[in-house]
Nanobody
């Protein structure tokens, strides 16, 4: 499966952005999807993930209550709605996919063999 992330940009503290991950090449409904981010000089970290049906999701603690992950299997897209953005959210954001028809959602990058290119999110203070 090929993934294309988009929607990054520059936003002020407290603002919102909506990232999209568009999939092609395989039956998207068979894949769980995760969002990860990497800030300059830091390790890549897990942000959120969603299972194949959209019924289960998982978030890292720092984004709970601010970010929402959702998916549209009709249009083969996964969206990350980011609200109340903070400067520490500044990073390159990546979407990734893993083949899974279970309800389980996982956060480790090692579980995701398919990755899209990143989209840069910059939050100014």
């Amino acid at each position: 499966v090929q993934l294309q992330a988009s929607g990054g940009g520059l936003v002020q503290t407290g603002g919102s952005l909506r990232l999209s991950c568009a999939a092609s090449g395989r039956t998207f409904i068979s894949y769980a999807v995760g969002w990860f981010r990497q800030a300059p000089g830091k390790e890549r970290e897990f942000v959120a993930s969603i299972n194949w049906s959209g019924g289960n999701s998982l978030y890292t603690d720092s984004v709970k209550g601010r970010f929402t992950i959702s998916r549209d299997n009709t249009n083969d897209t996964v969206t990350l709605q980011m609200n109340s953005l903070k400067p520490e959210d500044t990073a390159v954001y990546y979407c990734a996919a893993r083949f899974s028809k279970s309800g389980q959602v996982v956060g480790g990058a090692r579980y995701y063999p398919y990755w899209g290119q990143g989209t840069l999110v910059t939050v100014s203070s």
